[in-house]
């Protein structure tokens, strides 16, 4: 029987120092595969009464800092059962110091525990080999370890429940970050998890680095293009996934 109605889904792409225009086209591409998606798009949470009529949000940004009334909002769309596909860089504040070293403060402390941690730091670009941690959930199932070039290996604080269902070891220090430490005296890091809130849930997956030529702006002027987990095509496997999961298709 053919789906009689469209789902429903909202996309928020909106990620200072990354490629926004190159992720934003590459998750609509997705989304277009299934003929009964229906994908409004936005900058940011404002219009949380669209929000609250999709099954789905989907939010690739960093340093997007949602008010206290959208974060309420977002709450409420979680707590009715609504799922959240959080990308990369979803729970990053920053803050650049003189220096140009970056601060993450705990600005949004009720918007990370939605997303069930804060971004914290991050060591250079590297080689990721990233574990598959539960071998037998849907959204990895079938899945082997794999490797990806030139991925922000990211350090957060846990907030919450979380079920990891990717991973991976790195500990080096952050250099660039007024918390050059934190993280390092630990083995393993959450790459992709599952958070339960209300009715709803959030699934997390941090992999997904990419930046442009003008987007490291006024940090860097020029930038060397980087797709990172992009040009892996296990990586567009978790998207689908994780669309799918998000419309309840998986």
């Not at 086209?25 to 929000?51: G, P, Q």
């Not at 060591?123 to 037998?136: C, E, F, G, M, Y």
């Amino acid at each position: 029987m053919q789906q009689s109605l469209p789902i429903k889904v909202y996309l928020v792409c909106n990620a200072r120092y990354h490629d926004t225009n190159f992720a934003r086209l590459e998750l609509l591409k997705l989304l277009a595969e299934d003929e009964d998606i229906h994908t409004h798009v936005a900058e940011d949470f404002s219009d949380t009464e669209a929000i609250k009529q999709c099954s789905l949000l989907i939010t690739y940004t960093c340093d997007l800092r949602p008010t206290a009334e959208e974060q309420v909002a977002l709450a409420e769309f979680l707590d009715a059962g609504g799922r959240w596909f959080a990308l990369h860089a979803t729970n990053a504040i920053l803050e650049i110091n003189h220096e140009g070293k970056a601060d993450t403060p705990d600005l949004a402390p009720n918007f990370m525990k939605l997303l069930g941690s804060r971004f914290v730091a991050h060591p250079p670009n590297q080689k990721l080999t990233v574990r598959v941690s539960d071998i037998q959930h849907q959204l990895t199932a079938g899945i082997s370890d794999f490797d990806v070039e030139d991925e922000e290996p990211y350090y957060c604080e846990k907030l919450g429940e979380q079920l990891v269902l990717l991973e991976a070891s790195y500990n080096a220090p952050s250099s660039s970050y007024i918390k050059s430490e934190y993280g390092t005296d630990r083995d393993s890091h959450p790459q992709m998890y599952l958070h339960p809130w209300g009715k709803g849930e959030v699934l997390y997956l941090t992999l997904g680095h990419c930046a442009g030529k003008h987007d490291m702006k006024p940090l860097v002027d020029i930038y060397s293009v980087v797709r990172g987990s992009w040009n892996s095509p296990v990586y567009y496997e978790l998207l689908r996934r994780g669309i799918r999961w998000g419309i309840g298709e998986l």
